[in-house]
């Protein structure tokens, strides 16, 4: 069954591709290129000889019909000018209205900034929440970030070198001085990964301006400490009020809310319990 295969393509380093991905490449009947100049490049690096076809953010919607047809008479390829196609890049439209269509779907697995950046940057987080490139209106990115900011998820985004500085100063006065990560240039010779608050790396890029490609990485919100101490305080003074054993008392303290042991005999003994070396 012809397929619309989806290829991801080098960040940067133009080893970074699958011997899969080359397969597909050389097998299709064409090649639908966000950039046809950018990819030419990497087929000609590889020596594949295939038709293009430029498929970009301005002309993705009106050439999807005529691109279902061509699926539809042999294999295509979709590739955009680095990383996984349709993840802030063109393709998301064409993807759904294939398989809307009943043609096939092959993505395949392969380079990508954002994976590439996260473990990089090695923030302590249950997840991460890619958010694509941050709105370009300030009102508008603040908003955004206002609203992902309380999340405990390390938070990244695609960031030109030109609004760094101003979305640096952003995420300060958004959200604090956080950890932040900038990724420069991944795989590329000149690759750099640089930590630290925002307010020691918009420092650092206020004096040097930053170039090549951006991926932003903010720690996300650190957990809130919930202070039980009254529960427990109430909790402990009903025990002993009961006679519950002593150790019982504190130990059940310690389990159900966190408190240390040491904490809790000085709760037991403000309860007016008796006295007794815990």
Known sequence: MPTLYVVPTPIGNLEDITVRALRVLREVSLVLAEDTRHTRKLLSHYSISVPLRSYHQHNKLMSLDSIIETVRQGDVALVSDAGMPALADPGFELIRAARVAGVEVDVLPGPSAITTAVVAAALPAPGFLFVGFLPRRSGERQALLLEVGALPYTLVAYESPHRLVQTLQAIERTLGDRPVVVARELTKIHQEVTQGSAQDLLARFEREAPRG?????????????????????????RRAREGEDRRDAISAAVQTYGISRNEAYALWLAAGAPESEC
């Not at 990485?217 to 039980?228: E, S």
């Open 213 to 237: 490609e951006i991926t932003l990485l903010i720690a996300g919100a650190p957990a809130v400490a919930v202070d039980r101490t009254a529960e427990a305080t109430e909790d402990i003074r």
